[in-house]
């Protein structure tokens, strides 16, 4: 909640960096219009049928509390909308491609399309995140859609290369098994994050891995899944194949996985490695869809000129 507001930061398209440069009463402000944006979206909601989850938007007293202006956490929030809007502009650029090659490539044109109306719908409701004070189920479904974006960009990719190299189809069932196990992991993580949540208002940061409770220790459980089916990954595509870039990668994302893991469990969850956790889960999910792409002989792709 760096930035109250959506596109703009405080209502300014460079965020302030000092309280004093604020209203008296921002946090009234910011507040009465996150409200109404909630409103209009709980609408959306109603229509349709989750009556419930609009319920709870509308009447949860902590999505209408404002925080205390805090410039590291403002500036945070604007790196992040600008390199979303970055990746905007280069999706934008990969659909203005793909019309020229609409007749001849009419695949990759959908699939750009498709991209391109969801980032913008991605950007939506990232203003949806920040209207409603982070509730956790938009932050979980914020973060599955980006991971949908990267399933797309792996697909055009493997589509549209001529220099791609091909995997042994023998290798996609332990891909298959370490994507399920992989999508299970990250949704277990947000359950992780929103323990975390709770603990962060009334708890020091040192013990929230002790007080984390169940959440985490399942979390910390399935890790070795994950980990075992990408080692299987590892082994069976260095039996198969000689290149190197194929059976190098799993066991980096094992060795990422694991240190990242290791030490948010016994630092305190260092700032600074909980989205280098959750990169190397996204990287991890991204590859391991772009190789089994690759292991299907029968795939053929299509150059643009």
């Not at 956790?136 to 859609?145: E, G, K, P, R, Y």
């Not at 091909?166 to 992989?182: E, I, N, Q, T, Y």
């Not at 323990?195 to 399942?218: H, P, Y």
Request: charged share 15%.
């Amino acid at each position: 909640m760096g930035c109250p507001d959506w596109p703009r930061c405080f209502g300014s398209w460079v965020p302030p960096t000092r309280v004093d440069q604020l209203p008296a009463d921002y946090k009234e402000q910011y507040a009465a219009l996150r409200d109404r944006k909630n409103q209009k979206f709980a609408s959306y909601l109603s229509l349709l049928g989750l009556d419930d989850t609009a319920q709870r938007i509308r009447e949860d007293p902590s999505i209408r509390v404002e925080n205390d202006f805090n410039v590291s956490k403002t500036w945070v929030e604007y790196v992040n909308r600008l390199v979303g809007v970055f990746i905007g502009i280069l999706i934008i650029g990969l659909f203005l491609v793909s019309w020229r090659t609409r007749q001849a490539a009419p695949r990759l044109f959908s699939g750009s399309l498709l991209l391109l109306i969801l980032v913008i719908f991605q950007g939506w409701f990232g203003s949806i995140v920040v209207s409603t004070n982070l509730t956790q189920w938009t932050i979980t479904v914020h973060m599955f859609l980006a991971i949908m974006m990267v399933v797309l960009l792996a697909w055009l990719l493997v589509r549209s290369g001529d220099r791609v190299p091909k995997a042994p189809v023998s290798v996609r069932p332990w891909l298959v098994g370490a994507m399920a196990a992989l999508l299970v992991q990250i949704f277990l993580g947000t359950q992780v994050r929103e323990a975390l949540d709770r603990l962060s208002a009334t708890v020091q940061r040192e013990n929230w891995i002790a007080m984390a409770g169940q959440d985490f220790l399942i979390h910390r459980s399935f890790s070795w899944v994950v980990i075992l089916l990408l080692a299987g990954v590892y082994i069976q595509l260095r039996k198969t194949t000689s290149e190197k870039a194929l059976y190098l990668v799993p066991f980096l994302l094992i060795l990422c996985s694991v240190l990242t893991g290791l030490v948010m469990a016994y630092f305190a969850v260092p700032p600074a490695f909980q989205p280098l956790h959750l990169l190397v889960a996204v990287v991890s999910f991204g590859w391991l869809f772009q190789v089994y792409l690759q292991s299907n002989k029968a795939r053929e792709t299509v150059l643009i000129e």
